[in-house]
């Protein structure tokens, strides 16, 4: 009977087990899982811990903010080709009531909660695209072949039933691995949401006292605990006040207020720590998530510029890519190509950039026209010639006069 029963449960034929609602398997089969902390962490409840909300608010806004664009080769340069109907759907509106930088932010945080992030493409009846809807990381399903020597197809909940559609139907834009980073730093996430309710709790239930009254000649008995209790309903009666009168105290009694102990900041240094974590979790420099503590208005620029070069530019290339696949046809991912514009966030470091620029232009090393197109602007007539704009007049030189022959 062992032998059946593996079969059976292998198969999805055995008996299957009831979860009371209170059971931690329950939350699992929902993606939410309990920590070594007691804390569940998953999905939605991990934007609960600002860290994690503003990592994910932070990657996929910064996404869905950036321009695209898409270009055409030409002529060894590249043009705009707005009259495409792809770039209507990438750079102003994805449907009628989305726009195209709305539906970046909303894929991107599906893919950074949920792994993956999923949208299809609507077509118009001679094939080209006509609108990009988002369709819910819930309802859809990556079916690849075992080998990978096929695309992978997508199956997806609708109307009480499924349908299929190929790669080129489904948009589909997938975390690292397939899996959320807060399924990756669950522990870290949970560690740092216990931090924040203790320091909560801590203080919501008065577990710190708000001042030391002590006095050495005290007298003990029953007299003594009515002295003590009067003296405490005297300085309760004080903390109520509105005024800034000084606490008068006689019969020998003293005010302390507490200080603050190395435990305590310990305690402040361990949630900084878990800010940190979290960072490291979405590849965010910590004083994007206002972990300013080793942040210095000389690092502060180049932590900007890793954010787009180390975080966003894996996620910018992963747009790019699946973009060309459901909006161009094979023929015109030849010379066909999306690009974000990322410009906006390259400003705060454009002193250097133009004197980099600048140099490469005045020692010959890249012409004008290069230089034009890193900045996506279009070429200027004659801006193919390797010269130095300093020491090169635009002007057409003036032919010196002939010398008259010696007579």
Known sequence: MGFWNEVKSRFGLGERKAYLLSDPAVSEIFGVRTTSSGVSVGGLSALNTPAVLQAVRLISESIGSLPVKLYREQAEAKEIVSTHTAHKIVHKRANEWTGAGAIRTQLTSDALIYGNGFGRVVRYPDGRPFELIRLLPGTVSVMEDALGAAPPFYRVSENGGSREYSHTEILHIPSFLNRSPIS???????????????GATFFTSGARPNAIISNEKAQGGEAGATTISNMRKSFREWMRGASADPLILDGGWKYEAPALTST??????????????????????????????RATWSNAEQMGASFLQLCLRPWLDKWQEALATVLLTETEQNDHWFEFVVDDLMRADMASRTANITALVTNRVMSPNEA??????PPLPGGDELINPHTTSGATPVAAPEKEPAK
Do not use: T, W
């Open 184 to 198: 990756f730093g669950r522990e870290a996430i949970g560690l740092a949401s216990v931090l924040e309710k203790h």
């Open 264 to 293: 305590d900041s310990q305690y402040v240094e361990n949630r900084l720590e878990q800010i940190n974590e979290i960072a490291r979790i979405f590849g965010v420099p910590p004083h994007l998530l206002f972990q300013l503590e």
């Open 372 to 377: 034009r197109a890193i900045l996506n602007m």
